[in-house]
């Protein structure tokens, strides 16, 4: 189905989030015990510019990937070879277990944390530069502390939003706190470019687009350069006419945003409803290539004749034209799982390779599905497992500028109790995507990059 299409400027639309839930109790294989304290109100404004040479130093053509294991935990996966390569800087102790490093055409970035002298657990935190050309490591900023020592309970935590050729975003807040400063470094020198404090508006989910970020902020997607300056790109009004509506105004199109518990046949009074109050969320999590926005939406509605129902599709704003098209996802998107119960995809990872959208579905089992824009059509593939896995999850690792990779982790349920609920222990796999089969053709544990 090709998407229809309307110019509709700033946009009024109603913003609805959706959100996963989950209660089982697992964990991944190996395990953390130093994992990086959240951070401290204390700060430091010297630069650091100590170099390291990586181990097996030479081009990193692949994905680059943080793992929680002992030591530094930074690797080089090359997409050709499936060679992987364990990296080393004496200038820093181990890098950010929670966010994988950003990367751009040369450069990947990451935060770094050392120990203070006498302490485990409180660090500084510093901003590492890794030229992808050179396999050259480099602490170019030193952030600050994340707690003055072992026994201070301020917090203060860093983290880094994305890179652009000109800038890597950063966000500084003590721990717990909604104001967040936005702080922008040179990517090569690590200087501090610019700062800002949007006060009391927040700026939800940012994302870097060309020398941007977007954000949400209250019922707006903004714009926002690198000395705060915020432009407003699309609003969002309660009561306004619907997006879906604006772009699909025949009800036979619309229906295909539509499904419905047990398979019924919506009637048109039914759909013509549930449009008029519901509308595509802009999802917590979107993607860009750089020329627009991609956001999936899935909203829990109730028809007027009783039964529980889904609005669920794709969106794209093209930054440029303003155009916004939208896509049906259909059944993959929805699990009736019993009466009143319903499991939607929600705040899936995305990524665009080569005009294509990846959507990385992180539910229990979920799928790895491919849109293809100009012809409407969804691709889906299954993640592999053998017997002995009772269940799987997936992420998406989005710095290779060439290739899609996952973060698969394979679960075996260890224990389970009478009111549903379980344990169970995972083994982390690292795997490249085959775009045609949608099969893994590199596959990695992070036992194996342990073992380096």
């Not at 050179?134 to 994305?162: C, K, M, Y």
Request: hydrophobic share 40%; charged share 20%.
């Amino acid at each position: 189905m090709h998407p229809l299409r309307r110019y509709l400027g700033p946009l009024l639309i109603t913003l609805l989030l959706a959100a996963a839930c989950g209660g089982d109790e697992a964990s991944v294989s190996p395990t953390l015990d130093d994992t990086p304290a959240e951070s401290s109100n204390t700060s430091d404004d010297e630069v650091a510019q100590q170099v390291d040479e990586l181990a097996n130093q030479g081009p990193i053509n692949g994905s680059l990937i943080s793992v929680p294991v002992f030591g530094l935990g930074l690797f080089g996966i090359d997409r050709e070879s499936g060679q992987p390569t364990a990296l080393l800087m004496d200038s820093t102790e181990f890098v950010d277990r929670n966010v994988q490093p950003f990367s751009t055409d040369q450069l990947a970035h990451t935060l770094g944390y050392i120990a203070l002298e006498g302490q485990s657990f409180s660090h500084d935190v510093q901003l590492v530069r890794i030229d992808l050309r050179s396999g050259q490591g480099s602490v170019i900023a030193v952030l600050g502390q994340d707690r003055a020592n072992d026994d201070d309970t301020n917090l203060r935590q860093w983290e880094i939003i994305g890179a652009s050729e000109s800038a890597v975003w950063v966000t500084e807040a003590n721990f717990a706190d909604n104001e967040k400063t936005f702080i922008t470094f040179d990517p090569d020198t690590g200087a501090e470019l610019d700062r800002f404090s949007p006060g009391e508006a927040r700026l939800y989910d940012p994302i870097v687009v060309g020398e941007s970020i977007f954000a949400r902020e209250n019922n707006t997607v903004v714009e926002v350069g690198t000395d705060g300056t915020s432009t407003t790109r699309l609003a969002f009004e309660s009561g306004g006419a619907t997006a879906l509506n604006l772009l699909f105004p025949d009800l036979e199109d619309l229906a295909k945003f539509l499904i419905v518990e047990g398979g019924a046949i919506a009637t048109d009074e039914a759909i013509e409803r549930a449009f008029s109050f519901n509308d595509a969320p802009v999802s917590h999590l979107w993607a860009t290539d750089g020329e627009s926005l991609w956001w999936t939406f899935s909203d829990i509605t109730t028809l007027t004749t009783g039964e529980f129902a889904v609005i669920s599709g794709v969106m794209r704003y093209n930054l440029t034209s303003e155009v916004i098209d939208a896509w049906p996802l259909g059944d993959m998107a929805v699990e009736f799982q019993e009466t009143n119960v319903v499991n939607t995809l929600s705040q899936p990872d995305l990524v665009v390779r080569d005009g294509q959208l990846w959507i990385v579905d992180g539910r229990e089992d979920g799928r790895l599905h491919r849109l293809d824009p100009d012809t409407g059509t969804i691709a889906s593939y299954d993640i592999g497992r053998t017997a002995d896995v009772d269940y799987t999850s997936i992420e998406a690792i989005t710095n290779d500028p060439e290739s899609l990779w996952l973060k698969t982790t394979r679960y075996v349920i260890t224990s389970s109790g009478d009111d549903g609920s379980r344990s169970s222990v995972g083994e982390i796999h690292f795997e490249l995507i085959d775009p045609t089969t949608g099969a893994p053709v590199v596959a990695i544990t992070a036992v194996d990059l342990n073992a380096l």
